[in-house]
């Protein structure tokens, strides 16, 4: 249930709350919005008294929250989600742009994809250094090697960094490298790692399973909030349908869907989601058309080459034209593109 509190409620008051909350053997989640604090008290189901808490100083009124995931939802917090992320802010107004190559190949290559993209326009530098593959004969990433050339990236470029972390030992060293955990689509239920990565608490962008509903995704976003982190972005990155001319299917319809469900900013990655290069500035269009907060790109400088995901990886000239109609399209909605100028060095 979500305890709201009145807009004059006292620090005390609202400590007051925490105390009764937790002496109930609940949760206690606060989330301080511009008007009034929000205090969600989350148990494990059983039936708990609305009148504990009702009749104490400061407390406005006690609602249940009445979708199965709590914090995620918009019930318990209308207004979105906005962290920054290295100059820009993931959520609200402004569009970002993560691109990169699937996998960290070699030092020349992630450097030479870095300062493409972020001349063309990226906010955050992507790659992969522990790769899920479908194979276990396929490439499965450089490792710490590839670490150390994401970190003379970032320091070259100034572009932050998303990496997929797959175990909870990776943890650790991930951390200490890069600015973004990816929770990869194949790891979306891995219960485990989600708990782990809450209680990392840092930046995260969670894929969406590839048969997963919206609500199991919420579900998964809801494993990391509870464990004490709100900086979670969502990404549909397309689910399996029955049509095979493409890798996967778009589900264009899960970006409203998810944004009014949740206040958690949601990305499209129209890289996975089609397969194919042919078909990913289209569909990152449709992306940004449908009320996307951002996208997540594949780029690479020689796709023929590629380690992995090269038939669906943009050269850096289409990546830097899909940016320039994603500010078309970001004005056309009401929203914008973080100019490049935009970032700091870190
Ligand atoms: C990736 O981003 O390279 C990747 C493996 O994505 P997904 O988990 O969506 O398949
Ligand atoms: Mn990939």
């Not at 993209?117 to 990433?141: M, N």
């Not at 932050?160 to 890069?178: A, K, S």
């Not at 976003?221 to 778009?250: D, K, P, Q």
Request: include cysteine; glycine fraction near 8%; charge should be neutral.
């Amino acid at each position: 249930m979500m305890i709201i509190m009145r807009s004059d409620a006292s620090q005390q008051e609202i400590s007051q709350v925490v105390e009764r909350v937790e002496a109930n053997g609940l949760q206690a989640h606060v989330s301080t919005g511009a008007e009034r604090t929000v205090i969600g008290a989350i148990g494990d189901g059983r039936p708990v008294q609305r009148d504990l808490f009702t009749l104490l100083p400061g407390v406005d009124r006690v609602v249940p929250i009445s979708r199965p995931y709590k914090l995620t939802s918009r019930e318990f917090k209308a207004e979105d989600s906005i962290f920054p992320l290295n100059g820009v802010q993931v959520g609200g107004q402004g569009i970002v742009i993560i691109a990169g190559p699937c996998s960290v190949e070699s030092r020349s290559q992630v450097l030479e994809v870095a300062h493409a993209v972020r001349e063309a326009g990226a906010h955050a530098l992507r790659g992969g250094v522990f790769k899920p593959r479908t194979s276990p004969y396929s490439f499965q990433g450089l490792g710490q090697e590839g670490l150390e050339y994401l970190a003379e990236a970032r320091q070259q470029t100034g572009l932050p960094i998303v990496t997929e972390v797959m175990r909870e030992e990776q943890i650790p060293l991930l951390t200490h490298y890069v600015d973004v955990l990816q929770v990869g689509a194949r790891n979306m239920q891995n219960f485990a790692l989600l708990h782990a990565v809450g209680e990392s608490k840092h930046p995260t962008l969670l894929k969406r399973g590839l048969s997963a509903t919206v609500e199991e995704l919420l579900m998964a976003a809801e494993y990391i909030l509870s464990h004490g982190n709100r900086r979670v972005m969502l990404c549909e990155r397309g689910i399996r349908t029955f049509e095979t001319s493409t890798r996967n299917t778009t589900d264009i319809n899960a970006i409203p869907v998810l944004k009014s469900l949740t206040h958690l900013p949601v990305l499209l990655d129209p890289s996975h989601s089609t397969g194919n290069w042919n078909y990913v500035s289209a569909i990152g269009r449709a992306g940004i058309a449908a009320g996307a907060d951002g996208l997540i790109v594949e780029v690479h400088p020689h796709p023929e080459q590629a380690l992995s995901d090269g038939g669906q990886s943009l050269k850096p000239e289409r990546f830097a034209e899909l940016v320039r109609q994603t500010q078309a399209i970001a004005e056309a909605v009401g929203r914008f593109v973080y100019p490049a100028a935009n970032h700091v060095k870190p």
